[in-house]
């Protein structure tokens, strides 16, 4: 079964460069949300969107912005880099009319050096 | 906004022991608590979920319950298993669904051979 796709899966930046992830949500979902999880920390809602539009905003920082486009795939993209941005970046799906269930992605791990 | 704690954050266990894991929750307007299993490097995977409308559901060797009056929801994990070893989150939404989760800290449960 077709699972949410992320890429890149690994990504080394460094301080202050720009980065974008990308999210394939399973096929026929419509809802997309981002998550960050730290080492060893819990994921940390960031923002949501339901059918391009966005749905919920969470802790996500002024840096970061993210879009969904026609086909549902979406970009989280993150500008002026910290050290602090280094973590496991998740992005889940739910599908259409039912989100009641996440399926998450394999997750972006970025590092910043 | 939302508060999820949980309790423990490690947890050992022999093999064929049951393993409790508890969490509560702040906002009463909460109406949604899945429990997430992560094994380490890989994405959470939904286990199960509880409705507010439900004081307890069971999946074969994995049960929830709530106690809504109390704010706090419980995982069973009975029989358990090595292949059971991961780190265990709870979480919780108010929009009856996996939007905006705010998840727990994460257990560590060990299952010892």
């Known amino acids: 079964a077709a699972g949410v796709i992320q890429s890149p899966r690994h990504l080394i930046k460094e301080k202050r460069e720009t980065a974008t992830l990308k999210c394939y949500p399973i096929p026929r979902h419509d809802t997309v949300y981002w998550y960050q999880q730290g080492p060893g920390q819990d994921p940390q809602f960031l923002i949501s969107?339901?059918?391009?539009?966005?749905?919920d905003k969470g802790s996500i920082p002024d840096r970061f912005s993210a879009q969904q486009f026609s086909d549902y795939h979406s970009e989280l993209n993150m500008s002026s880099l910290e050290l602090g941005d280094s973590a496991l970046y998740f992005c889940?799906?739910?599908?259409?009319?039912?989100?009641?269930?996440?399926?998450f992605g394999q997750g972006t791990r970025l590092t910043v050096v | 906004g939302e508060n999820v704690e949980q309790h423990p954050s490690t947890l050992s266990v022999q093999e064929g022991d049951s393993a409790v894991i508890k969490c509560t929750y702040s906002d009463s307007a909460s109406n949604y608590f899945p429990w997430y299993k992560q094994e380490l490097g890989k994405r959470p995977q939904l286990i199960i979920d509880i409705r507010s409308n439900v004081g307890e559901k069971k999946d074969q060797r994995i049960a929830v319950t709530l106690n809504k009056t109390a704010k706090h929801f419980s995982l069973h994990i009975t029989e358990t298993q090595p292949e059971d070893s991961a780190v265990y989150f709870c979480a919780a939404s108010a929009s009856g669904s996996a939007r905006q989760l705010t998840f727990g800290s994460g257990t560590q449960l060990t299952v010892l051979p």
């Open positions: 889940a799906s739910s599908p259409i009319g039912q989100a009641t269930e996440a399926f």
């Open positions: 969107f339901y059918e391009k539009m966005q749905s």
